[in-house]
């Protein structure tokens, strides 16, 4: 239990943090000098470790309270003025993002498993009732399909626009199901749900006209990068969601914002991979190139991206201590 006698002692430096903060307001960073400048870093941390020690005790949630607000403000402040480099960009893609995802992949396996279980339904249920089908693909695709035709051949005559559609296409697919988590998860579930009801069925009547392997062969070289990044789109929807109905202690406003922050970075990572997927899509998956060349792309994509994901900025510390 936090005593008056260690509140009183510290809040001093909060109020000098809020003056300092104050004056930074009125008259713009620049007017701090070095020295308050330090004094401004110094004071951000121990009273970070403040708003720690405040956080297990409940009776002490008003603080708790006031030293978040204070700390967001610090936080915008001294951040407001930092430039971000390339280098620091390409430090959170090849270092900081595997370890987000790392900490977030549950939510990316709740993702994975509700596509699959619906693409699976999707295929059960249009092997069983073929006529299925026709209210999920339309009757268009589904004549192409029938005449044991891919309906992706006009990908080939114009690959830069097309390329640039499907990234566009596949962005705004992943970008729908990360916003809408903040339906308490109810819409990214939905948008999992039915895209994965879309691949099973398509799977199923491709099978059932006998065209299996040219749906694969076209899916696997861009699939193995398109679909992982709308899990960790659907994942980083769930997220949001989980901080939204499980704030545990937290405010629900700071849980929503811890979780949409974590979110964002998951998401962010998605980007790229559906870049190069949409690149991969437009040149690669429709072309004649031998289909034994398109499955060994695929395994080695996959594999690039799992090592990516899984082993890429992991701390030999960390790793030493597991052993």
Not at 24 to 32: E, I, M
Not at 42 to 59: F, N, S, T, V
Not at 246 to 255: A, D, K, N, T, V
Not at 287 to 292: E, I, M, N, W
């Amino acid at each position: 239990m936090i005593s008056t006698r260690w509140l009183e002692k510290r809040k001093p430096y909060w109020t000098r943090l809020e003056q300092l903060l104050d004056q930074s307001t009125r008259k713009g960073f620049r007017s701090l000098g070095r020295s308050e400048l330090q004094e401004l870093g110094l004071l951000y941390r121990q009273i970070a470790a403040d708003l720690a020690a405040l956080r297990e005790d409940r009776g002490s949630v008003h603080f708790a309270r006031y030293l978040n607000q204070l700390l967001a403000r610090a936080h915008n402040i001294i951040y407001s003025a930092h430039k971000t480099s390339p280098s620091e960009v390409l430090n959170f893609f090849v270092v900081t993002y595997p370890q987000i995802f790392r900490r977030n992949l549950r939510f990316v396996q709740v993702a994975f498993l509700i596509f699959a279980v619906s693409a699976a339904v999707g295929a059960v249920i249009t092997f069983q009732d073929p006529d299925f089908k026709l209210s999920i693909l339309g009757p268009h695709m589904v004549q192409t399909i029938e005449k044991r035709e891919m309906w992706t051949h006009s990908i080939v005559g114009i690959k830069p626009l097309a390329s640039s559609a499907i990234m566009t296409n596949n962005m705004s697919v992943g970008f729908m199901t990360f916003a809408l988590g903040i339906t308490a998860g109810l819409g990214t579930i939905y948008m999992l749900l039915f895209n994965g009801l879309l691949l099973g069925v398509i799977a199923m009547a491709c099978h059932l006209s006998g065209m299996s392997l040219k749906l694969w062969e076209f899916v696997a070289p861009h699939g193995v990068l398109e679909l992982p990044a709308i899990f960790l789109a659907g994942g980083a929807g769930l997220r949001i969601a989980a901080g939204l109905l499980f704030p545990g202690y937290l405010p629900r406003r700071e849980s929503l914002v811890r979780a949409g922050t974590e979110a964002v970075q998951l998401l962010l990572g998605s980007i790229p991979i559906l870049v190069i997927a949409g690149v991969i899509e437009a040149f690669v998956s429709p072309t004649g190139l031998a289909t034994a060349l398109k499955f060994a792309m695929a395994a080695a994509l996959f594999v690039l991206l799992l090592f990516y994901l899984l082993a890429v900025g992991t701390s030999p510390a960390k790793a030493d201590s597991s052993a």
